[in-house]
T-cell receptor, first 116, second 115 residues
Framework: NAGVTQTPKFQVLKTGQSMTLQCAQDMNHEYMSWYRQDPGMGLRLIHYSVGAGITDQGEVPNGYNVSRSTTEDFPLRLLSAAPSQTSVYFC???????????????FGNGTRLTVT | AQTVTQSQPEMSVQEAETVTLSCTYDTSESDYYLFWYKQPPSRQMILVIRQEAYKQQNATENRFSVNFQKAAKSFSLKISDSQLGDAAMYFCAYRSPNQGGKLIFGQGTELSVKP
């Protein structure tokens, strides 16, 4: 059982470059989300989705795009990378039934992104 | 919008002693879920304990327990008989079933355990 798979694990970009962080889960979870983790700021929600075709903004959405064409995949796109986007990124998923909200998020292993 | 605040960036505890990590949150909702997650240096996120807002009884998981004060919007984590393996970042989190289930984290508390 793969769980939540994030790729790549590390990435270095130059300012202005674009890239896509990939996230896939094989648990048939409706809810998927992206967080960034910065020292002293915890994990901040970037975007989330409650199902295919449905996405919504989190706390820090600027500079990032998402789409959800399938239940399994939830890619995060950086359109024009900036040094302020240097961070560790986590993808996470869970069910969305009422009981599912009490379930732990399943996290990917994270992507360390450096923008120079 | 909901917010979660952890006012202790760092805490330290002696091995075998008890430590309490603080968490407050701001919400106008009556139905929600609260969590404590642990993040060791491996960056893996591990669920420590969870609490449903409609349950008055405080959750307990072995050495971990919470003090849930709904009116005060407070959700502290108590770790008893601290062990070296408890050293990690601890995050408090709030989840709303009314907003697509989005989950918001606090800033985190780094716990060190002294032998």
């Amino acid at each position: 059982n793969a769980g939540v798979t994030q790729t790549p694990k590390f990435q270095v970009l130059k300012t202005g470059q674009s890239m896509t962080l990939q996230c896939a889960q094989d648990m048939n979870h409706e809810y998927m989300s992206w967080y960034r983790q910065d020292p002293g700021m915890g994990l901040r929600l970037i975007h989330y989705s409650v199902g295919a075709g449905i996405t919504d903004q989190g706390e820090v959405p600027n500079g990032y795009n998402v789409s959800r064409s399938t239940t399994e995949d939830f890619p995060l796109r950086l359109l024009s990378a900036a040094p302020s986007q240097t961070s560790v990124y986590f993808c996470a998923s869970s069910p969305t039934t009422r009981r599912g909200y009490n379930s732990p998020l399943h996290f990917g292993n994270g992507t360390r992104l450096t923008v120079t | 919008a909901q917010t979660v605040t952890q006012s202790q960036p760092e805490m330290s505890v002696q091995e075998a002693e008890t430590v309490t990590l603080s968490c407050t949150y701001d919400t106008s909702e009556s139905d929600y879920y609260l969590f404590w997650y642990k993040q060791p240096p491996s960056r893996q996120m591990i669920l420590v304990i969870r609490q449903e807002a409609y349950k008055q009884q405080n959750a307990t998981e072995n050495r971990f327990s919470v003090n849930f004060q709904k009116a005060a919007k407070s959700f502290s984590l108590k770790i008893s008989d601290s062990q070296l393996g408890d050293a990690a970042m601890y995050f408090c989190a709030y989840r709303s079933p009314n907003q697509g289930g989005k989950l918001i984290f606090g800033q985190g508390t780094e716990l060190s355990v002294k032998p």
